[in-house]
């Protein structure tokens, strides 16, 4: 099992570009979540699925989309990307609602 | 709202025991965790505690919660270099169905040889 993989694992934007942030598991995982992850304060939810075909909005969800397709694969896109963008993106994925939320390696974006 | 709050820095010599606190302000808290994140990796589940537990131990770690005060710890007995992280304590709340965790601001642990 490759567990959680994340593509890229750096990217350079200029501001107003758009993105798309990569995520996989190959665990048949429900549960998919993307967090950032800004000095100091932690991570930050921005969007989950609880399945292929739901997601919904976490804690800092502007500026965002997300979808889900399959049970794998949970995109995240950056419509035109700002500066306040610029962080390090974790993707997770867990069995349970309340199990082991096992993390990718991130990304670290920054935008200009 | 819900909030998690730790200290953001614990230095210890080699062998000693570290203590990492953590407290937390949502009262239907479901299940308590922590993260630990070792430079430039994501983050990888040390242990967790169901809140109707006072008390779990595995190995040199033991997890303390005074679900009254609301206040979780970690003590890493023994603690060697290789334990220097960033370590995150993390709640989620029975009253939510999302399972959605919430995350202190992480505890950068320093072991001196």
Not at chain 2, 20 to 47: F, H, M, R, V
Not at chain 2, 88 to 112: P, W
Request: glycine share 8%.
């Amino acid at each position: 099992n490759a567990g959680v993989t994340q593509t890229p694992k750096f990217q350079v934007l200029k501001t107003g570009q758009s993105m798309t942030l990569q995520c996989a598991q190959d665990m048949n995982h429900e549960y998919m979540s993307w967090y950032r992850q800004d000095p100091g304060m932690g991570l930050r939810l921005i969007h989950y699925s609880v399945g292929a075909g739901i997601t919904d909005q976490g804690e800092v969800p502007n500026g965002y989309n997300v979808s889900r397709s399959t049970t794998e694969d949970f995109p995240l896109r950056l419509l035109s990307a700002a500066p306040s963008q610029t962080s390090v993106y974790f993707c997770a994925s867990s069995e349970f609602l309340y199990g082991e939320q096992f993390f990718g390696p991130g990304t670290r974006l920054t935008v200009l | 709202g819900e909030d998690v709050e730790q200290s953001l820095f614990l230095s210890v010599r080699e062998g000693d025991s570290s203590v990492i606190n953590c407290t937390y302000t949502d009262s239907s808290s479901t299940y308590l965790y922590w993260y630990k994140q070792e430079p430039g990796a994501g983050l990888q589940l040390l242990t967790y505690i169901f809140s109707n537990m006072d008390m779990k131990q595995d190995q040199r770690l033991t997890v303390l919660l005074n679900k009254k005060d609301k206040h979780l710890s970690l003590r890493i007995a023994d603690t060697q270099t290789g334990d220097s992280a960033i370590y995150f304590c993390a709640e989620t709340s029975g009253s939510s169905n999302t399972g959605k965790l919430i995350f202190g601001q992480g505890t950068t642990l320093q072991v001196k040889p």
